[in-house]
């Protein structure tokens, strides 16, 4: 009896872990497939630097004249209009669809 039982709880622990192995797997599919693709029309932000500078982020709306503090890392203004549209229940779609 101590063998079966024992035989019957790896035959669990298994089945347990490939159940696991299984859910975790899926999870990162659907993150995955969430994603979407990185084409061109899928542009996050456009630079123009020459005749004139402007940075805008073509899913909030919001742009700025200071190309080289955008290109130096200052995303402060971007980062606060995502979440803005997120606070306000918008999608991206909508909000570019608004604008």
Aim: net charge negative; proline share 1%.
């Amino acid at each position: 009896q101590h063998q079966n039982r024992e035989i019957a709880m790896n035959a669990l622990k298994s089945r347990l872990y490939e159940l696991e192995l299984r859910k975790r797997t899926e999870a990162i599919d659907a993150a995955h497939e969430a994603k979407g693709d990185a084409g061109w029309g899928n542009q996050i932000r456009s630079y123009v630097l020459h005749p004139y500078q402007m940075v805008k982020d073509l899913r909030t709306g919001h742009e700025t004249s200071d190309s080289q503090g955008v290109l130096d890392g200052a995303l402060d203004g971007f980062m606060a209009a995502t979440l803005a549209l997120d606070v306000a229940g918008k999608s991206r779609a909508e909000a570019t669809a608004g604008a």
